[in-house]
């Protein structure tokens, strides 16, 4: 929360309202609205195909929505072109100049602006040091690995200092390794220069460490917008439930407004507006389940009782693949191997499990 | 319609078209202009021409039917499809072993080959014509090997095509043989298929789209070739030969453009269905497939370099007899050395000067051209708005490989040579010569543009104009120089076509402005067939110097670049 508020204050850098675009008949866009402030680092998240990129080149002015307004510092850009607007770019590819030495790409846009120079010099070394990369103004594109390469198109997409940066999928291309630390070297960056970015990813886990806000899309709009933290405790639909992390979606059934059926069992749960015996979907997350002890199981209540299916290891924890009784779902559990040791659970045995009612977020059961 | 109304009121729809927009909007629509004066408009005009008289009123169909009337004249068609299919089989046939050898086996001799091979392109189609008339002809050196039969007509006609197109041939189908898969040759050698069975259940099918589509390009090449009938083909006439006798013999512009439009028929007919073959081609091969790397088989290897030889030799043969009957004096009575035929002497504007003409012509096809065509296809493939624009200038760039050159120059007469059309001031001028030899050979150089700028990454424009450059400078400072490989292949490719071409300019060339190929026809025509050699010999020498040249200059430039192309 403390992050979001950092931002409240700050002036809008770029306003969306109700922006869509559509390719013949298809809609690729569905009247977005989304406000931006300054400084902020934004990603937007979403599986395959749902329309960030496209989102992102109507805002870079690459593609001209349907409908709809961008308004950037007060602004009306809508319909500039995307050399009258103020942003620098960095795409999946880099795009780098292969013919242009290091130094030509960063000083591109500069020449441009009739800098002399002297000066053109001074900014480019000045933007080498920045990524790390002083000495190897002369080399070529094709000479560096592809970290290197993804740090150049930055700087080249920083010289002309944008008001804006956008990034569509910068560490898409690069081994896992160099991702996470470019990951950390970006966001330093960014917030050394204070520029407002907005970053296109598909990786969840990329959005939630490196972004001060969060944009879920699905199918051309916005599911949900939020910090990091909201979008993983909070989410608004089984869709950035199940986008974000991992998630178990049980069917259950409406019993109050604070409980509901999970076979047999009756289960407190968050308040919802659900009503009348509907069935619907409790939604939590593997590592909020408790897992307990037989010994300790004696004295609870609300228990679930589930047979072990089979134990994944997944390095810093373990995931145990149950089948709950009764209602025959299968549900993930998440817990330590010192957690798994003191509850002596192997494959075949059976558990008893615990939904904490904080946990357990309910949301209508589409389709049904 | 309601998207289109919506697109053109759309509020800020005309701030969007100032600026960069704006001219690239202009350069697409001169792009689209070009197209319609040096193509459009011409072969218009020329339909309507087909359905006029004399004095120019309507008449409908009559000229057609009196075309169809007239065996003279109708019975061309089936003289040309039968040579066109004849040397179609041939020439495809010899290509595949060839190209089956130089793809698919360990045969010595490859890069030799492939160089002997070359040649022929070098040289206008007149000079095989030639060179078989001094072998088979009446005093010809093999004219025993003939017996009876002429070389004047349907052999000598069929020999010649076979010659000059097979090079064509051999290098779609050597650029079909080496895209195949070896993963699949190497599961068909674990599953212990017999080789003849791996040939016809992947290699045949493999290739059949380049088979199907080198048929085609032979079979238009062959169909539309105006050079070798002219000088071998006697008395049987073909479609091409027809268009010149009416318009240049008899004056009768009509018949000449019923006849183009007859002979647009069949090149159109097969354009399209190239191109509908090609559509179906593209997904044939998967971007991870492994090159096939064949391996020595001694017995199968030497046959096909016998066979490949064997095509050498006589293609070697055919351009040394054109050459060594340049350098005599008088085939076959008197054989000592002379030069005399490289004078021209009294031969007016048939000699050096028309040399010039095409090198002059050649030189600015060569750089005008490239220029134009691959900033064109750059608006195509790199521009993001105007769509149907865009369609419409790439239509127009495929089309001209479906006019045969007989028709675009026949066209280009009817529409500049109009006395109510302002650009006929270009009429016999060297403008028009370069106008028209660009468009005829427009559509290899565009296609080949569109793959080299398909290959560079689709984003340098984008970071261009985020960078707020003009998009101009972002085209001379990259896009020019990261194809400049592409680009020197298609200036070679003008220039020599340029140099080579017979069949358009024959009608276009003013007094001033005779062409170094339509002067060996000429000469041929005057009965001065060792000064005709010469010549021919001259421009195929002035095409392999130009050649030598590009190779030289790919390599320098490849090697300067390549401190950032390596990888
Ligand atoms: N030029 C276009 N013409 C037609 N459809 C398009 C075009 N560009 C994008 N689309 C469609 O719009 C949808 C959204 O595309 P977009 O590239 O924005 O997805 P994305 O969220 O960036 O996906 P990815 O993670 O795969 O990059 C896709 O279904 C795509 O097929
Ligand atoms: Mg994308």
Redesign the interface.
């Given at each position: 929360m403390a992050h979001a508020d950092a931002f409240q204050s700050a002036p809008e850098c770029l306003r969306i309202e109700g922006l869509s675009k559509s390719f013949g008949h298809f809609t690729a866009l569905e009247s977005i609205d989304l406000s931006i402030r300054e400084g902020e680092f934004v990603c937007f998240l979403g599986p395959s195909g749902c329309g960030k990129t496209t989102l992102l080149r109507a805002i870079?002015g690459?593609?001209?929505q349907?409908r709809g307004r961008i308004i950037q510092q007060g602004r009306d850009i809508?319909?500039?072109?995307?050399?009258?607007r103020d942003?620098?770019?960095v795409?999946q590819?880099y795009?780098l100049?292969?013919?242009?030495s290091v130094a030509e790409n960063i000083a591109?846009?500069l020449?441009?602006?009739r800098r002399q120079r002297q000066q053109i010099q001074l900014r480019v070394n000045e933007l080498l040091a920045l990524i790390d990369l002083q000495g190897s103004g002369s080399k070529?594109?094709?000479?560096l690995s592809g970290g290197q390469q993804q740090r150049v198109a930055l700087a080249?997409?920083l010289?002309?200092e944008?008001g804006l940066l956008l990034l569509d999928e910068p560490l898409s291309a690069l081994d896992a390794r160099v991702r996470l630390h470019l990951r950390q070297q970006i966001k330093a960056l960014q917030q050394r220069l204070g520029v407002t970015t907005i970053m296109v990813t598909h990786d969840q886990e990329e959005a939630l460490t490196m972004a001060d806000r969060v944009v879920v899309m699905n199918h051309g709009s916005i599911e949900q917008i939020g910090t990091p933290q909201e979008i993983y405790r909070e989410p608004v639909s089984p869709f950035v439930a199940s986008f974000v992390g991992s998630m178990n979606l049980l069917k259950v059934t409406v019993e109050s407004r604070q409980s509901v059926h999970l076979g047999k069992q009756l289960l407190s749960c968050q308040p919802h507006d659900l009503t009348g015996r509907s069935v619907a979907l409790l939604a939590i997350r593997p590592e909020e389940i408790r897992l307990l002890t037989p010994v300790n199981a004696m004295n609870e209540a609300d228990l679930i009782t589930a047979e072990v299916r089979y134990i994944e290891y997944l390095g810093a924890c373990l995931r145990l693949h149950c089948q709950l009784e009764g209602a025959q779902q299968p549900v993930l559990v998440d817990i330590g191997q010192t957690a798994l040791d003191s509850v002596q659970a192997s494959r075949g045995s059976r558990v008893y499990l615990q939904f904490p009612e904080s946990m357990n977020r309910i949301y209508a059961h589409e389709g049904h | 319609m309601q998207a289109a109304t919506?697109y053109l009121y759309?509020?800020?729809?005309l701030?969007?078209l100032?600026?960069?927009?704006a001219i690239r909007l202009l350069a697409l629509l001169a792009a689209l202009l070009l197209m319609l004066i040096g193509l459009a408009l011409p072969l218009i005009t020329m339909l309507m021409k087909s359905l006029q008289n004399s004095s120019g009123e309507f008449i409908g169909l009559a000229n057609y039917r009196h075309y169809f009337d007239t065996p003279a004249l109708a019975g061309s068609i089936l003289n040309s499809l039968k040579i066109a299919l004849i040397s179609t089989l041939i020439v495809v046939g010899l290509a595949f072993v060839s190209a089956y050898g130089l793809t698919r086996t360990c045969m010595p001799g490859k890069k030799l080959f492939r160089m002997i091979t070359l040649l022929p392109i070098l040289a206008p189609s007149l000079l095989p014509a030639i060179s078989l008339v001094y072998m088979f002809g009446n005093q010809g050196y093999l004219k025993g090997l003939l017996q009876d039969s002429s070389i004047y007509g349907p052999i000598g006609i069929v020999l010649g095509m076979c010659f000059w197109v097979f090079p064509h041939a051999l290098m779609i189908l050597v650029t079909a043989l080496s895209t195949s898969d070896a993963r699949m040759y190497e599961a068909a050698r674990a599953m212990k298929t017999p080789q003849w069975r791996t040939f016809l259940t992947i290699t045949l099918p493999g290739i059949r789209y380049g088979l199907i589509s080198c048929a085609f390009v032979v079979f238009t090449l062959t169909i539309t070739d105006f050079g070798v009938p002219k000088v071998i083909g006697g008395q049987y006439n073909l479609l091409a030969t027809d268009i010149y006798k009416q318009v240049v013999g008899q004056q009768n512009f009509q018949m000449g453009a019923v006849v183009s439009v007859i002979l647009l028929l069949p090149a159109l007919f097969t354009f399209i269905a190239d191109r509908w073959v090609q559509r179906r081609q593209t997904a044939q091969l998967s971007s991870r497939a492994v090159p096939y790397q064949p391996s020595p088989s001694p017995l199968r290897d030497w046959m096909l370099a016998l066979f490949c030889y064997a095509i050498a030799g006589m293609i070697l043969l055919v351009i040394g007899t054109a050459i060594y009957a340049s350098f005599i004096h008088f085939w076959p009575y008197n054989l000592s050395f002379t030069l005399r035929h490289y004078q021209f002497d009294g031969l007016g504007g048939s000699g050096w000067e028309s040399w010039f003409n095409s090198l002059k012509m050649a030189f600015s096809v060569a750089v005008i051209g490239t220029l134009v065509i691959f900033t064109n296809a750059w608006l195509v493939e790199k521009s993001?708005?105007f769509g149907w624009l865009r369609q419409l200038v790439h239509l127009f760039a495929i089309l001209p490989m479906a006019v045969p050159g007989m028709v675009l120059g026949l066209a280009y007469i009817f529409f500049f040579n109009h006395p109510d059309n302002p650009l006929n001031v270009i009429y016999g001028t060297l403008t028009i010569l370069v106008l028209n030899t660009l468009i005829h050979f427009y559509t290899v150089c565009h296609l080949t543009s569109m793959t080299a700028l398909k290959q560079l990454?689709p984003?340098?424009e984008?970071?261009?104009?985020?960078?707020?450059?003009?998009f101009w400078?972002t085209y001379t400072?990259?896009t020019l120089?990261?194809s400049l490989p592409a680009v020197l292949d298609i200036s070679v490719y003008l220039f020599v076509n340029a140099m080579t071409t017979v069949s358009a300019v024959i009608f276009l060339y003013g007094p001033d402005t005779r062409l170094a190929s339509v002067s060996v026809l000429h000469l041929d025509e005057a009965g001065y067939f060792a000064s005709a050699a010469a010549m021919a010999v001259l421009i195929l020498l002035t095409s392999l110097v130009v050649k030598l040249l590009h190779a030289g200059l790919s390599w320098l430039l490849l090697r300067k670049?390549q401190?950032?192309?390596?990888?």
């Open positions: 870079a690459l593609e001209l349907s809508s319909w500039l072109p995307p050399q009258d942003f620098g770019i795409f590819s795009a100049f292969p013919n242009l591109y846009g020449r441009n602006q070529y594109p094709a000479q080249r997409a010289a002309t944008p | 919506r759309a509020p800020g729809r701030q969007w100032r600026g960069e927009s993001r708005d990454d984003e340098f984008s970071v261009g104009s985020s960078l707020k450059v003009p400078t400072r990259v120089p990261v670049a401190s950032w192309r390596q990888r």
